[in-house]
């Protein structure tokens, strides 16, 4: 078995015992990259050379005798919304393509103190606004499973690249669903901890009531051990969880007999695929046969959830991208004749069509006119959602659903109706809303062989019981042991991004 197969609680004692270097762990990625990535597209930047260096470094002080830290060695994929000082962020846009942040954000400083090594930025959509990575201004991404259909999106690369075994684990973004959806989508698992739990210093903001960033990877026990890495207190995000946090690999006991898990009818509506509905229907089965006790439960407001969610997110958008305005970074328009049609030339420019879609909406709803009937009107049905969850948390430990209605889509499916790529987030908006927990874990395959991810959500701030009862279903399915047969169409093609 190659280094870069293994997942990061095989790789970490072989590093921490120095059957293997650091330096022969990241090679093995580097080549893995270097092999696929021209098919999959999973990278828009490869910092190849920094990772090789670190790596050396990294060997050099555990030769020395210093003890192996949390995350030593291992290789991590970030999205490329996130701040890497000295390495391009673009946010797969025209408009930060040649944008090289002066600082790193929050959650990669932890990664690097921890001894995690960033082997690249990897493909979304254009600054986290879609479901397909098809918005991506650079190029879209491949679905490892199936080169014709999508990974997902936004955080599309970020899902690719770790089941593609392009990187150990990865960090993605989640304001509506865009860790959650591409992890069932690429058949990993992918968790948007709770609003607060981990620093947004450092990412481009999108909606920022509702932005998390979080871990993907290939299992639960990887999740665990990379979110004790990067949540915890930051003061430079000030929505930021000031208490003390549980050892989250601690509370992985694949025991769930005195758990109550509801499920909200509402999630099984029409637009559920059938096959997405079998697969999650035999999950809850294998769940009762673990000792769960299973109940219907009901959010009456959450049919409103989607509608809400593009208004707010969209209002959010509109006023955090007013930034991009071409005067201190990202792309300028040449020859404007003064200040203000230049900014209007250069976002006219630089931004792509659901960008401008969404900036026109938000500020549409933002209006003098419009915000009453509108923006206000999305913020209350926010709260009944949330009041809706904490109702339901006092009768049961977590929630369950499908993570999305489908599996990973053809590619240009639904590029032209914007509506129907919306439709795919309907089951993981509703917690972004309330600011709970939620993971994606493979539940399933169709008979075509794409995966199918089951979303357990929790109340806020217990990721705790969230990752106990992934872990426990995991544990007693084999689904998050498959692996794409990528080695077809390997050779038609080699080099990921642009390399730096
Ligand atoms: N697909 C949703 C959107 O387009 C969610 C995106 C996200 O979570 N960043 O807004």
Known sequence: M???????????????????????????????????????????????????????EADARLRKGEPPRPLEGLSVAIKDNICTKGV????????????IPPYDA????????????????????????????????????????????????????SAACVIAEEAVFSLGSDTGGSIRQPASFCGIVGLKPSYGLVSRYGLIGYASSMDQIGPMARDVKDCALILQAIAGYDQRDSQSYPNELPDY??????????????????????????????????????????????????????????????????????????????????????????????????????????????????????????????????LKVRSLISQDFQEVFEMCDCLMGPTSPTVAFEAGEKTRNPLEMYLSDVYTVPPNLAGIPGISVPCGFDEEGMPIGLQIMAGQY?????????????????????????????????GGGRSV
């Open 2 to 56: 190659k280094l870069n197969e293994l997942r990061a609680h095989e790789l970490l004692p072989m590093i921490e015992r120095q059957e293997v270097t650091v330096e022969e762990a990241v090679t093995e990625t580097l080549d893995r990259i270097a092999a696929i990535d021209g098919i999959i597209k999973a990278y828009i930047t490869v910092t190849g050379e920094r990772a090789l260096q670190r790596a050396k």
């Open 88 to 99: 391009r962020t673009t946010g797969a846009s025209r408009y930060l393509e040649d944008f």
């Open 106 to 157: 929050t959650v990669v400083e932890r990664l690097e103190d921890a001894g995690a090594i960033v082997v690249g930025k990897t493909n979304m959509d254009e600054f986290a606004m879609g479901s397909s990575t098809e918005n991506s201004a650079m190029f879209p991404t491949k679905n490892p499973w199936n080169l014709k259909r999508v990974p997902g999106g936004s955080s599309g690369g």
């Open 249 to 378: 690999t601690g509370c992985l006991i694949p025991d769930i007999r005195n758990i109550t898990v509801g499920v909200p009818k509402e999630f099984l509506d029409e637009g559920l695929s059938k096959t997405v509905k079998d697969a999650f229907m035999k999950a809850l089965e294998k769940l009762e046969e673990l000792g769960a006790k299973v109940v219907e439960v009901s959010l009456p407001h959450v049919r409103h959830a989607l509608a809400a969610y593009y208004v707010i997110s969209s209002a959010e958008a509109s006023s955090n991208l007013a930034r991009l305005d071409g005067v201190r970074y990202g792309y300028r328009a040449a020859g404007c004749e003064d200040s203000a049609s230049m900014m209007a030339v250069s976002r006219g420019e630089g931004l792509g069509p659901e960008v401008k879609r969404r900036i026109v909406l938000g500020t549409y709803v933002l209006s003098e006119e419009n915000h009453k009937k509108y923006f206000n009107e999305a």
């Open 462 to 494: 217990d990721e705790a019981t969230l990752l106990r009862v992934a872990y426990a279903f995991e544990q007693a399915t084999d689904f998050h042991k498959g692996r794409p047969d990528t080695q077809k169409g390997a050779h038609e093609s080699a």
